[in-house]
């Protein structure tokens, strides 16, 4: 079974640096996105398709990779940003497989 | 706006039975298919199961195959997940989300309206 392992689990950057998380991938998939979840709050979708950012998603927000590697990259980070980031295949169904989660807090 | 406001959870024990409902608004409903995915305590997110929009296909995690049951009303614009031999380490906030495309054949797809979620505690 498709397996997607996060990196790094837990990751510090300061207010207006820059964040790059990991997705990896059991197998080669095609479509990647990524979510974006605050506590007592619904997950948000960021990314799609690997590098299509949602409707309303700020253009700091960006995905990109390939095959089994996949980047979020997050720059000039506000404190809004500071949340639990999931990435998800949806290639590969059934299961709909998400990574554990890189939470992002402030340095 | 799209809304999705799930209700039915609660407090079980280990065995019952408990039925979540999802009420749709801000789209047309039919066109698109539902999931339901949960969070246990300090857990990640976890896929349960999917339903195309007609509600002729579903599929469900290993987890829970064979005592969840989801379905549609389209009528409604209502998602169910029925819940039965519910055991404790199926405790969670279960949220409703829908498929970011139409699509007259199910395909994979991400899932970009999610709702606030409806916490489900068995014990």
Not at chain 1, 73 to 82: A, C, G, K, P, R
Request: charged share 15%.
């Amino acid at each position: 079974e498709l397996m997607m392992t996060q990196s790094p689990a837990t990751l510090s950057v300061s207010l207006g640096g820059r964040a790059t998380l990991s997705c990896r991938a059991s197998q080669s998939v095609r479509n990647l996105a990524w979510y974006q979840h605050k506590p007592g709050q619904a997950p948000r979708l960021l990314i799609y398709d690997t590098i299509t950012r949602a409707t309303g998603v700020p253009a700091r927000f960006g995905g990109s990779g390939s095959g089994t590697e996949f980047t979020l990259t997050i720059s000039s980070l506000q404190s809004e940003d500071f949340a639990v980031y999931y990435c998800q295949e949806y290639d590969n169904w059934p299961p709909w497989t998400f990574g554990q989660g890189t939470k992002l807090e402030i340095k | 706006e799209v809304q999705l406001l799930e209700s039915g959870g609660g407090l079980v024990q280990p065995g019952e039975s408990l039925r979540l409902s999802c009420a749709a608004s801000g789209f047309t409903f039919s066109p698109y298919a539902m999931s339901w995915v949960r969070q246990a305590p300090g857990k990640g997110l976890e896929w349960v199961s999917s339903i195309s929009g007609s509600g002729s296909s579903t599929y469900y995690a290993d987890s829970v195959k064979g005592r969840f049951t989801i379905s549609r009303d389209n009528s409604k614009n209502t998602l169910i997940l029925e819940m039965n031999t519910l055991r404790a380490e199926d405790t969670a906030i279960y949220y409703c989300a829908k498929d970011l495309r139409p699509a007259s054949i199910f395909e994979g797809s991400c899932f970009d309206s999610w709702g606030q979620g409806i916490l489900v505690t068995v014990s």
